[in-house]
């Protein structure tokens, strides 16, 4: 699937030289002519990206959002760096033409061509889209209010848009036109239909709402919801699902949140790490409060479960996908392992489950408590005896035969991941949940 997918962008990048190359004949050549074929690719990168992340299902379920994430930013920085070559090349090789300088040419192109002052207002938008997706930006940014920004993404391709139709040429022959306008319809479509479209309808059909919430350890509260014919929505334990709760707050920010237990006929539970103001809303809901849903997303089910023994690694808010997967994978009489890592003792949740499945399950819990040994390690302080790898080979011997499941904060992550892979786990057992946005 990956490389059909490589496959589909590499093809239409050459289908768009291929009609750029057509047009030479009767368009400015040059610099001019550089610059419209940097436009070209940059739309049609722009046009890629919003279909990896319009949350078509299939799409979500075949790749998964760290690989659609991945390949988000990547389609994403090129499609803007060809966006800055072409608003320059256009700009200096006009400028040559007329015989000013580019910023002259820049209020020239304002003033007198069609759709250029909306185009500009598309520019800043998406430049205010890069600018704050670069990752030390994003750092000091609430979640709620990156998400918000990150959707003028689709305001600056809508602005884009018209002056690309009625000034470019390369939008104007019929081979043209059967390329872009599906290429436009494909990437309309599917935002509104599974961006929009997809969650309207499943909140009205399931109407959730918030029936208790729980501490589950301090700092840490599970948020019980009810809803009707919750087996017929299509959500499976370790997936995610954007929430929006009416409590009259913030009701446009969305926030991610996984399942920490498996979905039953009318009730959910998910669980979350206050850590912030959105966080302390969440723990402050009253029974009844209504719930907008968005998904359910994530690849970390049963489904990549090959059969055989689990080992799973969990730290912090991390173990709540973990949960629920080990309630749900078919997995054989003690043949499970849980390593449960946490900076205190009393940052350990659900001990009562853990203790059923301990005792009906035969599930292995190994806990890790105290502050990160260094900063490369997933270990704690106090294991002073054992590198990373001699923990993993302490932990399974055999841990190469494994299905092994990480989730945590990234830097602990990667950490687990790197050990795994040099004790020969191979990639297609390796299964990891994002923590980070």
Not at 68 to 78: A, E, F, K, S
Not at 145 to 163: E, F, R
Not at 200 to 206: E, F, G, S
Not at 307 to 320: E, K, Q
């Amino acid at each position: 699937m990956r490389t059909a997918a490589k496959l589909f962008a590499a093809i239409s990048l050459a289908v768009v030289t291929w009609l750029w190359q057509r047009g030479l004949a009767t368009a400015p050549g040059g610099l001019a002519a550089a610059g419209r074929l940097a436009a070209l690719w940059s739309t049609d990168l722009l046009l890629l990206q919003v279909l990896l992340l319009a949350r078509i299902p299939w799409v979500e379920r075949a790749f998964g959002r760290d690989v659609l994430g991945r390949w988000h930013r990547w389609t994403g920085g090129g499609s803007f760096v060809l966006l800055v070559a072409h608003v320059g090349l256009a700009l200096v090789a006009y400028a040559e033409r007329s015989g000013t300088n580019p910023v002259r040419q820049l209020w020239t192109f304002l003033e007198s061509y069609p759709g250029m002052w909306t185009a500009l207002h598309g520019f800043a938008a998406l430049t205010l889209v890069v600018v704050t997706s670069m990752r030390f930006v994003r750092r000091r940014m609430r979640y709620e209010t990156w998400h918000l920004l990150h959707l003028y993404a689709y305001a600056g391709i809508a602005l884009a848009v018209p002056h690309e139709l009625w000034l470019g040429s390369d939008f104007d022959t019929r081979a043209a036109k059967a390329f872009w306008w599906p290429m436009y319809a494909a990437a309309a479509l599917s935002t509104v239909v599974f961006r929009l479209g997809l969650p309207v309808w499943r909140t009205l059909r399931h109407r959730l709402t918030v029936d208790r919430v729980v501490e589950e350890a301090p700092g840490l509260v599970s948020v019980y919801l009810r809803g009707r014919s919750l087996d017929r929505l299509p959500a499976r334990a370790g997936q995610y699902f954007v929430w929006r709760f009416l409590d009259g707050h913030g009701v446009l920010h969305g926030k991610p949140f996984s399942l920490s237990g498996p979905p039953s006929r009318n009730r959910l539970r998910i669980t979350v790490k206050v850590i912030g103001a959105g966080t302390l809303r969440v723990a402050a809901l009253r029974p009844g409060t209504r719930v907008l849903i968005e998904g359910p997303y994530g690849r970390m089910t049963k489904d990549t479960y090959s059969g055989g023994p689990v080992t799973m690694f969990a730290c912090g808010v991390g173990v709540t996908p973990l949960l629920a997967l080990l309630w749900d994978l078919p997995y054989g009489q003690g043949k499970a392992t849980l390593v449960y890592r946490t900076r205190h003792p009393h940052d350990v949740a659900f001990l009562p489950e853990l203790e059923w499945l301990a005792r009906d399950r035969g599930v292995r819990l190994v806990p890790l408590v105290g502050p990160r040994a260094s900063a490369g390690s997933w270990l704690p302080v106090g294991y002073g005896d054992y590198d990373d790898l001699a923990a993993l080979r302490s932990l399974a011997p055999d841990l190469a035969d494994h299905d092994v499941y990480v989730c945590g904060p990234d830097p602990w992550t990667e950490a687990v991941l790197r050990a795994a892979r040099r004790v020969g786990v191979p990639g297609p057992r390796l299964h990891r949940e994002r923590f980070a946005w």
